[in-house]
């Protein structure tokens, strides 16, 4: 019997479609933190562009998943001072690119997905592989629950474990993919496991001593920059992709001596910074507009159009804080399970709303 359960573990995994849409995220989030988001701007960002010559019909479709952030990114080549340096100018149009790219990539790879069940399967799986691999972790060196930053160190990412013990108990409720009771309680001892050594003792301990010190001094330049170095066309537009501001000291980093900075934890001043007022205004609308297409699918929708919306809008008001924060929509180390889980909800959205397009056609 219990080599028929342990059995079951594997069994998920008939649908060769949830085995290689598994594999492809667990790659990208995995390698993504381990040698940097740099590495798969490229990549990911040809696919998408090729995707699109290719099969011209399905992205434009959905322009406003990506209309605005591109305007965002029109902002900021646009009022770019070429006086800054290459190095920060190239990391800022990466920034502002690479959650869109990612953002298409998981909206053009749900297309092998058949129904919300396999969307929740396909997270839980994600969350529940990189919850072992920080329980191993754990248990090989013990000193690692000390860490500052064990999920960057250890190359994890870490917001799919919450994300994936979310839509594990979602699911329990709903029943979308049906998970036998014995895989149930594997999975969320696990998931448990690893929210509970991370969090509740580590990241509570950054916010609490790091993260309203540091944070807030580098806002506070932020904003002297923002408010001192340009005019009006500055303070409506933005200083464009590469500008700095002067932290008023220098500090020591990876062995080189800087006396600005040109990447903020608060997204919300980065985007003031590089595009203005316009631009945080901008942002600002995207995510009220995403709240409110998907609030219809609460108000009429079935099960499945109700959790779909449900989830989208909590996607949203979760990269509206984590923007205050880490970066939100701009931090591909953080933001990765969301955008992911985003794109392929958005996905699902689309073909409902043109099956029922359809429908309505034929009656």
Known sequence: KNRLKILKIFSIYRDTNILYLTTVFVVILFFGQYLHWKYFFMP????????????????????????????????GLVMVDFENSTRDILRDIAYY?????????????AYKIKNLGEVFLIVIILGVLFAIIHLVCVAYDPSYLFTKYMFR??????????????ILLINRKYIFYKIDTFLFWIFLILLLSSFILNFLRTFIAIIAIFLWYWRGYETYHCYLAFKNDGGIKQKIFGYGFGKSANLGFEMKLAGNLFRKISVFHNGYMNILLKTGILGLLLYLLYWLLIIMSNHKFLLYGDNEQLIIGSLLIATAFSLLFMTLVFGGWLNNSINAPFVILMGMLYNLKYRLDTTRDQCWIEK
């Open 153 to 166: 160190d250890r190359a994890l990412s870490s917001y799919i474990v919450p994300l994936a013990l979310a």
């Open 97 to 109: 690119l690479n959650p869109i790219f990612l953002l298409a990539f998981s909206f053009i790879m």
């Open 44 to 75: 990911i960002g040809l696919f998408v562009v090729g995707y699109m010559i290719y099969n011209r019909s399905i992205l434009p479709k959905t322009l406003e998943l990506y209309a605005i952030p591109l305007m965002l990114v029109l902002l």
